[in-house]
């Protein structure tokens, strides 16, 4: 059955006002398109939940679209901070934003007890920390078994989890290669899940490969094909993470009008990403295309 | 660059890399850590894998990463696993020998703070939080931290603890079962430091070629503990010098 949608419906359809939703992928295959268009079309009141909110979050929250922030580590990576989120933080500017916050393992194992139906995930972390001290989510439990004592985190089941991939079929079936991030668990805990893609590939293209598909069609809700879709992020093989954005960013970020007058430019006056690419013009393009570094091929052998 | 004909960041790698002598499994940070890393792999310590938490293994990175995420991380790394694996399979289970810390304050037993100046809850500034560093603290074997020396970094009293270091009571620090115990050592831009068995204390080991402890007193907020054996750092050697500057970071981004 095809899932396929375009972007505005797809999110028109499934991100609802109010929703907690994950746009995940740790520094690669971050989709920005999604971002922008839950930005395009005014979604109020969202908890956003993301290990590293990144660009794309503070994007989001300059706009407007969330009231609260799950997360694990907040910055612009190798570059600095996020000022659209910190203004909020620091100085309820222009309003409050609540925070939820974990270290990475919390959040990764938020994510897993989500996707596993466990009502808790234990990990040894947080001892002697003040985390938990700020997250009353976070518990020392014992084992049943020894009385070891562990750390709980709760299950983590977004509304929505928007997951970028390489390829994936029209029915959902996405293949990821380079880094995995939490994409599974992440789809996998949520209620719906949309897949992001810079290819629509036929079922067969996946059959011939089927250990590097990492999230099932069975949990997919709806299918895009957004090529691009993760600038400044990045799609291994496909295109380049753009540092020399997340390092503009830094000054863009910083003053809000500045920012407004980003939002405008790139997000707002633009009907659709395919828009966003082409504005951002070839050049942009072609320098960020990678090499080609092929992998070798296994055999899977034929058992008819 | 001082008139010694080399940086304070070239000698913080240098001194750092020296520290990684015979270490296996890395975990590596941007910035100066990746450099530390690199050029341990090609002097000190031949068969340092490079690990990131985001999910790389046996990384060998063919450009300088601007994040932790960076692709050429990935291309012709031995393995690539989800994060959920990283953590758990190998940070948990104690595969990790050494990883690399910072932070905004750190107190005199290594504990750091990477969440906020100020009160939590109305924080003066919001810092990036623990990310995986509060796991880190605990569970590598050997934790290094690299950070300038500062009245308002090396504090008294941490606004807020991030990751926990020494607790100051050695026995109560082995009785955690922890594979790690917080930062091992602590290079900054003045000198290196080690943690003293018996208290669990910051110590001074070496002051940097020119540095005074009287510089050392100034830019920290207590006093600090000396070595009996306190000696002047080594510093960079013309080999270290040539492959931080030619092949490492050619650009002069982390170390001019």
Redesign the interface.
């Given at each position: 059955m095809s899932k396929l949608a375009t972007m505005r419906d797809a999110v028109a359809e499934l991100v609802r006002d109010g929703d907690t939703v994950a746009i995940e992928g740790?520094?690669?295959l971050i989709c920005f398109a999604a971002g922008h268009e839950i930005i395009r079309q005014r979604r109020r009141d969202l908890t956003l939940a993301r290990?590293?909110p990144d660009v794309i979050y503070d994007q989001m929250i300059g706009a407007g679209v969330a009231k609260k922030l799950i997360?694990?580590?907040?910055?612009n990576?190798?570059?600095g901070h996020l000022h659209s989120?910190?203004r909020r933080?620091?100085r309820q500017d222009p309003a409050p934003l609540e925070l939820e916050?974990?270290?990475?393992?919390g959040m990764?194992?938020r994510y897993?007890a989500g996707a596993a139906n466990l009502p808790f995930f234990p990990?040894?972390?947080?001892?002697?920390?003040?985390?938990p001290s700020?997250n009353p989510n976070i518990v020392p439990i014992r084992s049943p078994y020894d009385g070891t004592e562990v750390y709980a985190v709760p299950p983590l089941r977004p509304d929505v989890t928007i997951v970028h991939a390489q390829r994936a079929t029209e029915d959902g079936d996405a293949q990821i290669?380079?880094?995995?991030?939490?994409q599974?668990?992440a789809a996998f805990a949520a209620e719906r899940v949309i897949v992001v893609c810079e290819e629509v590939v036929p079922e067969e293209v996946v059959r011939r490969d089927p250990n590097r598909t990492v999230i099932p069609g069975i949990v997919v809700d709806a299918v895009v094909q957004e090529p691009f879709g993760c600038h400044p992020s990045?799609a291994?093989g496909y295109y380049?993470?753009d540092?020399a954005f997340?390092l503009e960013w830094e000054d863009i970020s910083k003053d809000p009008e500045v920012l407004d007058s980003w939002l405008d430019e790139w997000v707002y006056d633009l009907e659709s990403h395919a828009e966003y690419v082409e504005k951002m013009g070839a050049d942009r393009w072609e320098g960020l295309k990678?090499g080609e570094?092929l992998s070798g091929q296994v055999n899977y052998g034929d058992y008819s | 660059m001082s008139e010694n004909g080399y940086s304070k960041n070239e000698i913080m790698i240098a001194a750092s890399a020296r520290m990684l002598a015979g270490e296996r499994n890395c975990f590596v940070g941007v910035g100066l850590p990746n450099i530390v890393c690199n050029l341990a792999q090609r002097t000190s310590a031949p068969d340092l894998q490079l690990v990131y938490e985001s999910g790389v293994f046996g990384a060998r990175p063919a450009r300088l990463p601007l994040s932790i995420g960076d692709p050429t991380l990935v291309s012709g790394s031995t393995a690539v696993t989800s994060m959920f694996e990283l953590f758990a399979f190998y940070l948990q289970a104690g595969l990790i020998d050494a990883a690399f810390l910072g932070g905004a304050q750190i107190d005199r037993f290594g504990n750091l703070n990477t969440t906020v100046i100020g009160d939590y809850a109305s924080p003066k500034v919001r810092l990036p939080g623990s990310g995986g560093a509060c796991e880190i603290a605990i569970h590598a074997r050997k934790v290094l931290v690299i950070m300038r020396q500062a009245q308002r970094s090396f504090v008294e009293k941490l606004h807020f603890r991030t990751s926990p270091g020494h607790s100051g009571d050695p026995e109560h620090d082995r009785s955690r079962g922890w594979f790690g115990s917080g930062p091992t050592s602590v290079v900054t831009d003045l000198g290196t430091y080690g943690f003293d068995d018996a208290s669990g204390e910051m110590t001074l080991l070496t002051l940097h070629p020119g540095v005074t402890l009287e510089q050392v007193r100034e830019n920290m907020g207590w006093g600090p503990k000396l070595s009996a054996e306190l000696g002047e750092t080594r510093p960079p050697t013309d080999d270290e010098l040539r492959l931080i500057r030619e092949e490492l970071d050619p650009q002069g981004v982390y170390t001019s």
């Open positions: 740790f520094t690669h290990m590293t997360f694990s580590w907040l910055g990576p190798g570059v989120v910190r933080v620091e916050e974990y270290s990475h393992f990764v194992c897993a990990i040894r972390s947080y001892f002697e920390s003040d985390i700020a290669w380079g880094l995995l991030g939490c599974k668990e990045y291994q380049d993470r540092n997340y990678p570094r | -």
